[in-house]
């Protein structure tokens, strides 16, 4: 019987699509021809279907399926539900510098593009800054370099300076780590090396604003790399630098959903 009913629609959907597509075509006609027919296709148009009969056994335990479907819903986006800690600031970015669409990532241009010279915008270092700066509280985000060979990740006090050339370090009011050609380094002044087990795939930078604390690690296996201590006294950006053969990507980290 339902088999017989589903071919009964079918049907009728089937007839109702040829209507809609005779009706459009006179809808096109021209002003004359359309008004001769105009009775002939509101009469088409009016189309009146039987309700639905109450087959055996066709109600559904509604609150059953609707608590099934809510939790097969919440537990794939307790899986899939992302965020990303970091975003990036296109305005302070170097114009060498290609952020993607998302900010979430940064490479090199093969030649520099015209953007305004604004203040808030690196002319010398390849660098770029993050969207928001902390100034108080513990933040945390990962950082994939990937095979890239020259990168520096860490964080800089908002009034550093964006333009001209100087050495990136505290005395500047930047805080991080690097890899040049195969060496990591913290930027401290002289220049600390950083023995590493393996190549690093991915960074993790972890801000204590009010204990005054900087660190870095492996997040592969949580190693310790450096940690500066530091008592800061302004708002701090998520700051990254690279040269050519890198990328940067920033993690995405997933979202903690509560259902009441």
Not at 157 to 183: D, H, I
Not at 231 to 249: A, C, I, K, M, V
């Amino acid at each position: 019987m339902m088999k017989e009913k589903i071919e009964k629609m079918t049907e009728e959907i089937s007839s109702l699509s040829e209507q809609i597509r005779a009706i459009e075509q006179e809808l096109g006609a021209e002003d004359v021809s359309f008004l001769q027919s105009y009775k002939d296709t509101v009469k088409r148009a009016q189309c009146t279907l039987q309700d639905p009969e109450m087959v055996s056994g066709a109600l559904v335990d509604v609150a059953k399926h609707l608590g099934n479907l809510k939790y097969r819903v919440w537990e794939k986006m307790l899986g899939t539900v992302q965020y990303t800690p970091v975003t990036l600031d296109p305005n302070t970015a170097h114009p060498i510098l290609s952020l993607s669409e998302d900010l979430t990532s940064v490479r090199l241009r093969d030649e520099r593009q015209q953007v305004p010279d604004n203040p808030e915008r690196f002319d010398y270092w390849g660098g770029v800054l993050g969207s928001e700066g902390f100034s108080s509280g513990r933040h945390c985000w990962d950082v994939e370099v990937g095979d890239g060979y020259q990168w520096m990740v860490g964080v800089a006090k908002e009034s550093m300076s964006r333009k001209g050339r100087f050495t990136l370090g505290p005395a500047a009011g930047v805080w991080s780590t690097r890899q040049l050609n195969g060496k990591y380094e913290a930027m401290t002044s002289p220049r600390t090396a950083l023995t590493m087990k393996r190549k690093l795939q991915r960074i993790r930078v972890q801000l204590d604003w009010d204990r005054g604390e900087l660190s870095f690690s492996d997040p592969s296996d949580n190693t310790p790399l450096y940690t500066f201590k530091h008592s800061f006294t302004e708002r701090l950006f998520p700051f990254f630098s690279l040269g050519s053969g890198s990328r940067l990507q920033i993690c995405p980290l997933k979202a903690s959903l509560t259902l009441q």
